[in-house]
């Protein structure tokens, strides 16, 4: 039975069931321990304290889900001690109802200078007379300029290798959210592959899949890129996307957010029969990414990831490099609670790759004018190797294993 057109988007949706039950968030003790990382790490690094602005890292350390604005809102985390809050007096009574870590909030008013207060909070907490501060590295540059003017002579450092030195290795709990995420975009994925038709737009298709991540129990889609024909040979997408047609190649790019951390799936396949030319293309990309996937070997640097998809590319005499017809980008990504995140599956990243870590497998091929193949899955590394979360498409004709 062909997995790609045939239902209509109401048997669609009703074969979609939630699939949240039996996922647990992240425990009180596992932020703790994530602080107590940082800390370590610090004084690995002769770091006297982590600012951590509003947004992913604040949450990632406190649990504490804060957007960021052009109102100083974060943390401040000393090498020892406790970690203390910085916020607009006005903002005290609702943060506090968003804390999971609790801890003193020191307030500002809008008259007030908050990076005074906050260079007041580190000489506080350490007694060295010239701390060092790293700044989350997520910050906007006006905390940095911020921070300057308050004092020219602080010493300010790239928060990195704090930051990234925690969060690229994920534990148990947080793969076992990643993978209920991905298992609902890809029920997803299987459900619009069903309900495509000849005329259908890609308006239409957003809308169906933001529907179905509702129906598995996700509050929408987080993200969703839908493109026909020779539209998919742009890797984000181009401003005024074609309506299907038979013989189009078909590539969609969703996921879902669970519990603060991200899916993320593509799909590329064609509506109808598939010509030479695009079986030839989407089986090098299958072999682009198997390729790359074997060659994650805990130890080794992330980049050599990337060398292997390139080099198998090349071998079919697409490239070099990043020419086109080829690969016009990075084989993969970090994933976490952030959809791009570090370390890179890129040419330049010398990061060993170890037990945690997850990545994005997508060594897409560009042919322009034609059309693009873009077969994404993650993986995770373990101690014997790296493992899908998803398992790949097992052909151009069926996108998803049976």
């Not at 038979?246 to 991200?262: F, P, Q, S």
């Not at 990545?359 to 590394?381: A, K, T, W």
Request: charged residues 20%.
């Amino acid at each position: 039975m062909s997995q790609i057109g045939g239902k209509t988007k109401q048997q669609a949706l009703d074969s979609l069931k939630p699939m949240v039950a039996g996922v647990d968030a992240i425990s009180s003790a596992e932020y703790q321990a994530r602080i107590h990382k940082a800390q370590r790490l610090m004084q690995q690094q002769g770091i006297d304290a982590l600012y951590l602005n509003a947004g992913t890292n604040l949450s990632y350390f406190t649990g504490t889900v804060w957007y960021a604005s052009e109102r100083l809102v974060g943390a401040l985390l000393p090498a020892e001690g406790e970690l203390v809050y910085i916020s607009p007096v006005f903002e005290i009574p609702t943060l506090a109802g968003f804390q999971v870590i609790q801890g003193e909030v020191l307030g500002w008013h809008e008259h007030e200078n908050p990076y005074e207060l906050l260079l007041s909070a580190l000489k506080q907490s350490c007694s060295k007379t010239d701390p060092v501060l790293a700044l989350d590295d997520s910050s906007a540059f006006f905390i940095f300029e911020g921070l300057r003017q308050a004092n020219p002579q602080q010493q300010i450092v790239s928060g990195k290798v704090i930051t990234q030195g925690c969060r690229a290795q994920k534990s148990a709990a947080e793969i076992a959210i990643m993978q209920r995420a991905m298992d609902m975009t890809l029920e997803v994925h299987k459900a619009v592959a069903s309900i495509l038709y000849e005329g259908i737009s890609t308006t239409e298709v957003e809308a169906f899949i933001d529907q179905a991540h509702r129906k598995v129990g996700a509050s929408g889609s987080y993200f969703c890129i839908v493109l026909f024909g020779p539209d998919s040979a742009y890797p984000h997408g181009v401003k005024t996307p074609k309506n299907l047609e038979k013989g189009d190649m078909v590539l969609i790019d969703t996921g879902c957010r669970l519990l603060g951390y991200v899916s993320d799936i593509t799909r590329s396949y064609v509506f109808g029969e598939p010509t030479k030319r695009q079986r030839d293309i989407w089986s090098v990309e299958k072999a682009a990414q198997a390729a790359a996937f074997a060659a994650a070997k805990p130890g080794m640097a992330c980049g050599l990831v990337d060398a292997a998809a390139r080099e198998v590319l090349e071998s079919y005499g697409l490239g070099p490099d990043y020419a086109l017809p080829g690969l016009p980008h990075r084989t993969g990504h970090g994933i976490g609670m952030d959809i791009h995140e570090g370390p890179y599956l890129v040419r330049n990243e010398h990061t060993p790759l170890a037990v945690g870590m997850c990545f994005s497998n997508e060594p897409m091929i560009c042919v322009p004018g034609e059309f693009g193949v873009r077969l994404e899955d993650h993986f995770y590394m373990t101690t014997s190797g790296p493992r899908w979360f998803t398992e790949p498409a097992v052909s151009i004709e069926q996108p998803f294993p049976l």
